[in-house]
């Protein structure tokens, strides 16, 4: 699958950073708030633009408290050195991870002493840099945004998150800087091997199995304060093929950054799924199951990944007759968005059940390239129609046949008199019927209902 850029929106707080994302993303998930950097449920969205599809993380949305801090104490005051400390922190992530950054500043503001540190940060990178001059609602407003070519950086677009304006010639600049050949050669297809993302909050224990499963004891330091360095790739050769683990690991509580590192390892989560086939999901078996690994996983399903799900820290748990099947009866209702994933019980501590693991990713990946021939499915879905008719008005329903046209992950083409009457429960039943049959464990199915076009009449 193509990897789609990465979008960063930089800047510093009230400056209309989640308004833009909210405008991009085209869906109110990130609310705007009266505290400058609070209640972002959602740091990162998609949307297109020129037929392309883009990323879009909102870097307002990692906070960093000052020290000692919990979710309830106030985010630092503009003009502390600290501000400033975390605001270049965003700011380089943002760097680090992008494929071009998006500097949003405030055009009644002007450029405040915040703005030039974080541009220096950014002029200092080679990736694209982009300032939107935002809250330019009006075009004596927009004149203005001369001023920030002060900023050292030559594109600037005013824009007005709020009203919409100027927000597609700033997409036109994104796309133009885009034309990057690096970013070209990630989307040419190389041979398949299993790639496979290790994700979860932080110390659940991704570490620990990274380094069990390699087999030695590694840790990276990153340029950033507080963290360790994280998505780091690492080859093996498993049964004689070729495996790519990779990591999110290494994102560590450590004093001031505690509640942002949270949300940030969402966001690691997701670079790493963009470039893997299966997610190993960890879950910490002694902290249970929490809002944060439903995020980890809604993200999963989102980008059509395979997924095996690892409760870690099996040792831990003190246990009774019931904790085993409890524990997965939990998993599976907590889950159920996810397709039908597989779970393992494992201690990366004493390395029980860990030679389960990989096999369990390697089935799962080998479910992305099933196919089922067309005279089977086509068997499948006269059993499953002649078993279960839709109701109601969806009786008018026809569905003439079925063909798999893509693998990795499997997608079905029904062709139908008419797809508004497929309800989603329909598409369940049919999608439950494939999967009785043929074994797509932990992997996702896509069905598309389609009118047969003019040519396929022919
Ligand atoms: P962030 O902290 O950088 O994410 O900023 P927000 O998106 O939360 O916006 C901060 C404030 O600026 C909010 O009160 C927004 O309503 C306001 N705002 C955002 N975009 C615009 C705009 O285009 N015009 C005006 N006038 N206000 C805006
Ligand atoms: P990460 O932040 O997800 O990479 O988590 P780490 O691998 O750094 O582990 C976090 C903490 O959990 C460390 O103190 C580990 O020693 C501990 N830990 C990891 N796996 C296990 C396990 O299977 N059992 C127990 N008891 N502790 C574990």
Not at 120 to 139: C, F, G, H, Q, Y
Not at 211 to 240: C, F, K, Q, Y
Request: aromatic share 6%.
């Amino acid at each position: 699958m193509p990897r789609k850029p990465l979008v960063a929106l930089v800047g510093r707080p009230n400056v209309g950073k989640s308004s833009l994302f909210n405008r991009l993303v085209g869906e109110r998930l990130a609310v705007t708030h009266e505290i400058p950097g609070t209640t972002r449920d959602r740091l990162y969205g998609m949307f297109d633009w020129r037929g392309i599809d883009f990323r879009v993380v909102d870097t307002g949305g990692i906070e960093v408290y000052q020290a000692k801090g919990t979710r309830d104490s106030a985010p630092l005051a503009e003009g502390s050195i600290d501000f400033v400390a975390q605001i270049k922190a965003q700011a380089l992530l943002a760097v680090q991870d992008a494929d071009l950054i998006i500097m949003v500043v405030d055009i009644l503001a002007g450029i405040t002493a915040a703005d030039e540190e974080i541009a220096e940060v950014l002029r200092r990178t080679n990736k694209p840099v982009l300032i939107a001059a935002n809250k330019a609602d009006s075009m004596k407003r927009a004149e203005n945004s001369v001023e920030f070519y002060g900023l050292g950086i030559e594109k600037v677009y005013a824009i007005s998150a709020f009203h919409g304006i100027g927000v597609g010639d700033l997409l036109d600049g994104v796309v133009d800087s885009l034309a990057d050949p690096q970013l070209a050669a990630d989307q040419e297809e190389e041979a398949p091997h299993m790639k496979v993302a290790i994700v979860g909050r932080p110390n659940v224990g991704k570490s620990s199995l990274l380094n069990i499963l390699i087999g030695e004891e590694r840790m990276i330091v990153s340029p950033i304060a507080g963290t360790t360095r994280d998505a780091v790739d690492t080859e093996l050769t498993w049964h004689g093929e070729r495996v790519t683990l990779i990591d999110t690991a290494g994102i560590r509580r450590r004093g001031k950054i505690e509640p942002g590192v949270e949300k940030f390892s969402v966001l690691r989560a997701m670079n790493a799924l963009e470039r893997a086939d299966v997610a190993l999901l960890l879950i910490d078996a002694t902290q249970g199951i929490t809002d944060q690994d439903q995020h980890i996983a809604g993200y999963i399903q989102e980008s059509h990944r395979s997924v095996v799900i690892i409760v870690n820290k099996w040792d831990a748990v003190e246990k009774d007759p019931m904790t085993h099947t409890n524990f997965e009866r939990r998993i599976r209702h907590e889950f159920n968005f996810l397709p039908d994933p597989p779970i393992i019980f494992i201690s990366a501590l004493t390395g029980q059940r860990i030679h389960e693991v990989l096999e369990m990713a390697h089935k799962v990946w080998q479910n992305r390239y099933l196919r089922i021939p067309t005279g089977e499915l086509n068997r499948i879905l006269r059993e499953a129609v002649a078993n279960h008719q839709p109701a109601g008005k969806a009786a008018r329903l026809k569905i003439k046949y079925g063909t798999q046209v893509a693998v990795a992950p499997p997608l079905f083409l029904f062709h139908v008199n008419d797809p508004t009457l497929v309800h989603f429960t329909y598409r369940r039943y049919l999608e439950n019927q494939i999967r009785e049959t043929y074994p797509y464990e932990g992997t996702p199915l896509r069905l598309s209902f389609r009118e047969p076009s003019k040519k396929d009449d022919d």
